[in-house]
């Protein structure tokens, strides 16, 4: 199974691994390897055993539907 393609995310051409979740391509340094899926994923899913970027803050929190 090969990979071929620039990660989507810094468009490195080292492209190893496919987001579980959303299917982008995206190099080591943009792959969660426990998670299995892109950091952006990983950071909607949330690691709770890692801090949150203090730039990571577009979206609001309280922004989920579940309380409609
Ligand atoms: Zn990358
Ligand atoms: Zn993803």
Redo the contacts with the bound molecule.
Sequence with gaps: MSVTGL?E????PSVEHTCDRCGQL??E??FDEDAGVCVECAAEIGQPDRPRQPDDEDMPDGVDTYEF
């Design positions: 990660c995310i810094c468009e490195a995206v190099c340094r943009h």
